[in-house]
């Protein structure tokens, strides 16, 4: 088994100095006899700001590329990557404050898996998918309008300087109409899981499947 270890640090504007990810990449026989067909697996730690979206986003973007998919799969898990991470940072920060993201992938066949666990607390998929503004009129639904923005108001480290930040939800909706699968679990301190958030829960572990075409 081969395991590649990668620790890419990026400057920042923080007093506590530069950021780091580290990167690990393994291939696993995926049978003894068929040393041929691998199971490629690889996992990063993300610290909570968002100036590191960008440094996941590439990183997913050289691993579709080395197993060559089409231009649109490569796009499509980027953004899938991008938005799931995102919405892990906004999460834990807001909860915690310091503790970083783990983004795993795995890649068999045709199929990319991806799953992010943050410390967010835990949330319900379909709280996120029905909070939109509402009302009766123009006046009520601006009254909403701006309560929804209100309450999505967050502040979160960019490049190490905390900035005020809108979470609208949308990332899970552009997530669901690319992948195949979308999955979320909840942990808690202990380690175990469950499909549903309790008093106990310390974040969520939102996983995808998505189906990718060779170029």
Excluded at 5 to 33: K, R, Y
Excluded at 58 to 65: D, P, R
Excluded at 127 to 149: Q, W
Aim: with cysteine; charged share 25%; glycine share 6%.
């Amino acid at each position: 088994m081969k395991v590649t270890v990668t620790l890419a640090q990026f400057e920042t504007n923080s007093p506590a100095g530069n950021l780091e990810i580290m990167f690990c990449d393994w291939a696993v026989p995926s049978h003894p006899v068929e040393k041929n067909k691998q199971i490629k697996r690889g996992v990063c730690f993300i610290p909570a700001d968002l100036s590191a979206v960008a440094h996941v986003r590439l990183y997913i973007e050289s691993v579709a590329k080395a197993f060559e998919l089409s231009e649109q799969s490569i796009f499509e898990l980027s953004l899938v990557a991008d938005e799931l991470v995102a919405n892990a940072i906004l999460a834990s920060y807001a909860k915690t404050g310091a503790e970083n993201i783990v983004l795993k992938w795995t890649m068999r066949e045709n199929i990319f898996t991806l799953s992010v666990l943050d410390y967010g607390g835990g949330f319900r998929i379909a709280e996120v998918f029905e909070e939109i503004p509402r009302g009766e009129d123009l006046a009520s639904f601006l009254r909403s309008l701006k309560e929804y923005r209100e309450a999505r108001k967050a502040v979160i480290p960019l490049n190490g300087a905390l900035i005020e930040h809108l979470r609208f939800g949308r990332g899970l909706r552009i997530i669901s109409n690319l992948v195949r699968k979308l999955d979320i679990e909840f942990h808690d301190a202990d380690g175990s899981t469950a499909h549903a958030p309790s008093s106990t829960t310390v974040g969520s572990i939102v996983t995808v499947e998505y189906v990718a075409e060779a170029a």
